[in-house]
């Protein structure tokens, strides 16, 4: 079955860690770059980063530069997000999305809920 | 960067049809013929409807029309039907390698 699913997600302090993780399957996944978006309550689609197909450039919103880190396993058909410094406002459900050409994004899972709260 | 700019909302009856516009700058809508559209259905995952301005990925409606001139993109929708009633982004690919979402419009069909 052609998928990804998210997972990860949870609820944090401020100034904390997490990692979310994006399991393919059912495709060639080292022939796709991918993206997080993330979209707030009762807000619209944010963009947050992206990953390119073979893993050698990545590009990050000012909002989360230099604290959000995505990857990939090629072995693992995995894509993470790692999320350092995190903040209220990063509270959020994060998206995992299939780029099929220059940000064209056909395959999006059903997200994973972050929380950040003291 | 701000979002590209889209109304906050439109309407229409069925079958009628409507035009959402996405206006954005040269560095992105302006210069890129990578344009996307997708619906968005609460508690559902976004679904991809229009790419590269006027492309339609397999198994999407052909009621659905993508379209730009200048700065300005727009989906049109024809023959609205109830279940089109959801929330539409835009997004452009940019000159900075990033990507970039409108601020989203609701859809209602009266």
């Known amino acids: 079955q052609v998928q990804v699913v998210e997972s990860g997600g949870g609820v944090v302090q401020p100034g904390t860690s997490l990692r979310l993780s994006c399991a393919a399957s059912?495709?060639?996944?080292?022939?796709?770059?991918f993206h997080w978006v993330r979209q707030a309550p009762g807000k619209g689609l944010e963009w947050v980063a992206t990953?390119?197909?073979?893993?050698?450039?990545?590009y990050y919103a000012d909002s989360v530069k230099g604290r959000f880190t995505i990857s990939r396993d090629d072995s693992k058909n995995v894509i993470y997000l790692q999320m350092n410094s995190l903040r209220a406002e990063d509270t959020t459900i994060y998206y995992c999305?299939?780029?099929?050409?220059?940000?064209?994004?056909?395959?999006w899972g059903q997200g994973t809920l972050v929380s950040v709260s003291s | 960067q701000s979002a590209l700019t889209q109304p906050a909302s439109v309407s229409g009856s069925p079958g009628q049809s409507i035009a959402i516009s996405c206006t954005g700058t040269?560095?992105?809508?302006?210069?890129?013929?990578?344009v996307s559209w997708y619906q968005h259905h609460p508690d559902q995952a976004p679904k991809l409807m229009i790419y590269?301005?006027?492309k339609r990925p397999s198994g999407v409606s052909s009621r659905f029309s993508g379209s730009k001139s200048g700065y300005t993109a727009s989906l049109t929708i024809s023959g609205l039907q109830a279940e089109d009633e959801a929330d539409y982004y835009c997004?452009?690919?940019?000159?900075?390698?990033?990507?970039?979402f409108g601020g989203g419009t609701r859809l209602t069909v009266l």
């Open positions: 999305a299939r780029d099929i050409s220059h940000s064209a994004l056909d395959l």
């Open positions: 059912g495709f060639s996944f080292t022939s796709h770059g």
């Open positions: 990953i390119w197909y073979d893993g050698s450039r990545q």
């Open positions: 040269s560095s992105d809508v302006g210069t890129h013929d990578h």
């Open positions: 590269n301005v006027d």
């Open positions: 997004s452009s690919f940019t000159s900075s390698s990033t990507t970039i």
